[in-house]
């Protein structure tokens, strides 16, 4: 099992950026997808996810409104989208996977499978 991120970097506030999470090694809809962020001295936290079987996604209060998670099967890749974003946004972003057949994604507890991260950073 593996997951990869990638599409972070340095954006100014206001602005978007789309992270992706490319998968291998397991059949992508028997999961959930999560993404966490966990920004200099503070605690990881749960971001969104999204059960890839039907879609059904969840989004913590912070970023609902701003953020959307979305997946293509053909690539087996997950993005998490996010527009208007805030200097409270910089983090580490990380995605992970659990088995999610016909459990909701969230509460975000119990994913065992990580990938690296990748740094968001918002600045001007």
């Known amino acids: 099992l593996q997951l990869v991120e990638s599409g972070g970097g340095l954006v100014q506030p206001g602005g978007s950026v789309r992270l992706s999470c490319t998968v291998s090694?397991?059949?992508?809809?028997?999961?959930?997808i999560g993404w966490f962020r966990q920004a200099p001295g503070k605690e990881r936290e749960g971001v969104s996810c999204?059960?890839?079987?039907?879609?059904?996604?969840y989004y913590a209060d912070a970023v609902k409104g701003r953020f959307s998670i979305s997946g293509d099967s053909a690539s087996n890749t997950t993005y998490l989208q996010m527009n208007s974003l805030e200097p409270e946004d910089t983090a580490v972003y990380y995605c992970?996977?659990?088995?999610?057949?016909?459990?909701?994604?969230?509460?975000?507890?119990?994913?065992?499978?990580w990938g690296r991260g990748t740094q968001v950073t918002v600045s001007p």
């Open positions: 992970a996977a659990r088995p999610a057949l016909f459990q909701p994604c969230a509460p975000m507890e119990d994913y065992r499978t």
């Open positions: 999204i059960r890839r079987r039907d879609g059904s996604a």
């Open positions: 090694g397991f059949l992508l809809n028997n999961y959930a």
